[in-house]
């Protein structure tokens, strides 16, 4: 089996320190990868290394103030269930969909802090200060998002947070504004603008050949257990460049070109549910030219009043409800809204056609929140909706709402399902039960 090789974010726009990776107590620390070179470089329908005639895809859609159970989890188990509120809406998509109610990350609290583990299953500690590791979509896109431009796009409504994180902790901020994400995706920059960043990644190359070469120097001076960190680190280099190699192709490329025009960003920061539906447009856009194969669009706990009738109250609050009805019936409004967009996403991928079928097909798409009750901060029986991609969809797989089970089997599902040789993903314990 093969083992990933870590990996830390690189951010062209700053200068690499040609011996930084050189000076801990170890010589093989992690190198970057691409994922931050989003900014410079955008998609075209081609791959750089070929066609694909089926890419797996997968879009996470997270939720930072979770969905009323009562109003999201079905009555009955398997394919059978009888929809609640909230997946009435959805119920022509059933066979194509899997809940899975009674789940949580094994050890994960402390509320809204668990925001940052909703993709990575780690626990941050009563005081946040743990260190993260590496979530999922980041996870898929270090191993299988080198056929795009982008190997992952990082979206949000609002805010400054994201649930994705590089290898080594860091959190990768989000574009939020839909403007600026059509433009990156397609608008062409200049010629003179495409060459400049062409020269940018040939400098990034070099610089690494040079680190290359400072560490193998001092080969010869070390003992075996440093000689083996060294092989591991000259395979992260050459694996590096060659990603590097293919991003100066893709930086002299035109970008597509889509019969779309370029969205005006809401004036309303709180307009959740219209952010979000052009959020899902592009996405979908992004799909379709295959920009990108990784997708994760996070919905912020935002406090203001959401732009749906019969809401007078702001989202936040609204979430507090410390179940007083007229909280509980303004929010079922809002999150009736929020789960009925994310079912209008799927209809769209269904309804387009790729090389094997339709876009939902090959597309894993799903929605979830690290809260399960936000009225009293709860990070247990997280709600899960998934859909699409290449699995036998198994209806309502309702595990024990009281001896939760872990989330983290569904992740590492998904890594083996887009075929990464894996046995874990965080605190898993297995593949998830009734769902291949």
Same mark, same amino acid.
């Given at each position: 089996?093969?083992?990933?090789?870590? /990996?830390?974010?690189?951010?062209?726009?700053?200068?690499?320190?040609?011996? /930084?990776?050189?000076?801990?107590?170890?010589?093989?620390?992690?190198?970057?990868?691409?994922?931050?070179?989003?900014?410079?470089?955008?998609?075209?329908?081609?791959? #750089?290394?070929?066609?694909?005639?089926?890419?797996?895809?997968?879009?996470?859609?997270?939720?930072?103030?979770?969905?009323?159970?009562?109003?999201?989890?079905?009555?009955?188990?398997?394919?059978?269930?009888?929809?609640?509120?909230?997946?009435?809406?959805?119920?022509?998509?059933?066979?194509?969909?899997?809940?899975?109610?009674?789940?949580?990350?094994?050890?994960?609290?402390?509320?809204?802090?668990?925001?940052?583990?909703?993709? /990575?299953?780690?626990?941050?500690?009563?005081?946040?200060?743990?260190?993260?590791?590496?979530?999922?979509?980041?996870?898929?896109?270090?191993?299988?998002?080198?056929?795009?431009?982008?190997?992952?796009? #990082? !979206?949000?409504?609002?805010?400054?947070?994201?649930?994705?994180?590089?290898?080594?902790?860091?959190?990768?901020?989000?574009?939020?504004?839909?403007?600026?994400?059509?433009?990156?995706?397609?608008?062409?920059?200049?010629?003179?603008?495409?060459?400049?960043?062409?020269?940018?990644?040939?400098?990034?190359?070099?610089?690494?050949? #040079?680190?290359?070469?400072?560490?193998?120097?001092?080969?010869?001076?070390?003992?075996?257990?440093?000689?083996?960190?060294?092989?591991?680190?000259?395979?992260?280099?050459?694996?590096?460049?060659?990603?590097?190699?293919?991003?100066?192709?893709?930086?002299?490329?035109?970008?597509?070109?889509?019969?779309?025009?370029?969205?005006?960003?809401?004036?309303?920061?709180?307009? !959740?549910?219209?952010?979000?539906?052009?959020?899902?447009?592009?996405?979908?856009?992004?799909?379709?030219?295959?920009?990108?194969?990784?997708?994760?669009?996070? !919905?912020?706990?935002?406090?203001?009043?959401?732009?749906?009738?019969?809401?007078?109250?702001?989202?936040?609050?609204?979430?507090?409800?410390?179940?007083?009805?007229?909280?509980?019936?303004?929010?079922?409004?809002?999150?009736?809204?929020?789960?009925?967009?994310?079912?209008?996403?799927?209809?769209?991928?269904?309804?387009?056609?790729?090389?094997?079928?339709? !876009?939902?097909?090959?597309?894993?798409?799903?929605?979830?929140?690290?809260?399960?009750?936000?009225?009293?901060?709860?990070?247990?029986?997280?709600?899960?909706?998934?859909?699409?991609?290449?699995?036998?969809?198994?209806?309502?797989?309702?595990?024990?709402?009281?001896?939760?089970?872990?989330?983290?089997?569904?992740?590492?599902?998904?890594?083996?399902?887009?075929?990464?040789?894996?046995?874990?993903?965080?605190?898993?314990?297995? /593949?998830?039960?009734?769902?291949?």
């Amino acid at each position: 089996m093969t083992h990933p090789t870590r /990996t830390t974010l690189f951010n062209f726009r700053k200068r690499l320190r040609r011996r /930084t990776v050189l000076r801990g107590s170890g010589v093989a620390m992690s190198l970057p990868w691409l994922s931050a070179m989003q900014s410079a470089f955008a998609s075209e329908n081609e791959n #750089v290394t070929g066609p694909n005639p089926a890419p797996q895809r997968m879009v996470a859609v997270t939720v930072g103030l979770g969905l009323v159970a009562d109003n999201w989890m079905p009555e009955g188990t398997g394919k059978q269930y009888t929809p609640s509120r909230y997946l009435r809406s959805l119920d022509d998509l059933r066979d194509r969909m899997t809940i899975a109610s009674g789940v949580s990350h094994p050890g994960v609290g402390g509320g809204h802090r668990a925001e940052a583990s909703i993709l /990575t299953a780690t626990p941050m500690g009563s005081a946040g200060r743990a260190v993260n590791t590496i979530s999922l979509d980041q996870m898929l896109a270090k191993h299988r998002g080198d056929a795009t431009r982008y190997p992952s796009l #990082v !979206l949000a409504t609002g805010g400054t947070n994201s649930p994705c994180y590089t290898e080594s902790g860091a959190m990768i901020p989000p574009i939020t504004s839909a403007s600026r994400l059509f433009a990156e995706l397609f608008v062409d920059d200049s010629a003179a603008e495409r060459h400049k960043q062409a020269a940018r990644v040939r400098q990034g190359r070099s610089i690494m050949d #040079v680190v290359a070469e400072d560490a193998k120097s001092l080969q010869r001076t070390l003992g075996r257990g440093d000689r083996d960190r060294l092989d591991a680190y000259f395979s992260s280099v050459r694996g590096l460049e060659m990603r590097m190699q293919q991003s100066e192709q893709w930086a002299r490329k035109p970008k597509p070109k889509v019969d779309a025009d370029r969205p005006v960003d809401s004036r309303n920061p709180n307009d !959740l549910i219209g952010r979000f539906r052009t959020m899902c447009e592009l996405i979908h856009l992004a799909l379709q030219t295959d920009s990108t194969r990784f997708v994760t669009l996070h !919905l912020p706990a935002g406090g203001g009043v959401i732009p749906i009738e019969g809401v007078e109250e702001g989202y936040h609050s609204l979430s507090h409800h410390g179940l007083d009805d007229t909280k509980l019936d303004q929010l079922a409004l809002v999150e009736e809204a929020l789960v009925g967009q994310w079912g209008e996403f799927l209809r769209t991928l269904a309804n387009s056609d790729d090389a094997r079928g339709s !876009l939902l097909d090959d597309t894993t798409s799903f929605l979830t929140s690290n809260l399960g009750n936000a009225s009293n901060h709860s990070n247990r029986n997280m709600p899960m909706l998934i859909a699409g991609g290449r699995f036998q969809h198994a209806g309502h797989l309702a595990f024990s709402q009281n001896e939760n089970y872990p989330l983290p089997n569904f992740y590492l599902t998904l890594l083996q399902k887009f075929g990464l040789e894996v046995d874990h993903f965080a605190t898993s314990t297995g /593949t998830m039960d009734g769902l291949t």
